[in-house]
Nanobody, 120 residues
Framework: QVQLVESGGGLVQPGGSLRLSCAASGSIFVINRMGWYRQAPGKERELVAIITSGGGTNYADSVKCRFTISGDNAKNTGYLQMNSLKPEDTAVYYC??????????????WGQGTQVTVSS
């Protein structure tokens, strides 16, 4: 199986920055796509950003120009750089990834989430 562990969340003041990490481990052959979702209290889960094996990226309009998604293939780790944070960015952030395991089986994995709180 493929497991994902998020890290880097915490408390930050408005205008500050955080970098989230998503470390993938297990029997990985290839990661086709890695993405970040978030869910704030009382709101639906929403897509924040995704990156595909071809290097394509997509961002929610609310974070475009402030957040940057990237990955390190050698480390099987993805990142979400968050700048100019706003209180409305407060949420639990989840990492997701899919692809093929070393046994050539499709996987679709989710991390358990990391809390990001933006507050004065």
């Amino acid at each position: 199986q493929v497991q994902l562990v998020e890290s880097g969340g915490g408390l930050v003041q408005p205008g500050g920055s955080l970098r989230l990490s998503c470390a993938a481990s297990g029997s990985i052959f290839v990661i086709n796509r890695m993405g970040w979702y978030r869910q704030a209290p009382g709101k639906e889960r929403e897509l924040v950003a995704i990156i595909t094996s071809g290097g394509g990226t997509n961002y929610a309009d609310s974070v475009k120009c402030r957040f940057t998604i990237s990955g390190d293939n050698a480390k099987n780790t993805g990142y979400l750089q968050m700048n100019s944070l706003k209180p409305e960015d407060t949420a639990v952030y989840y990492c997701t990834a899919n692809g093929l395991s070393a046994w050539r089986k499709f996987y679709d994995s989710w991390g358990q989430g990391t809390q990001v709180t933006v507050s004065s």
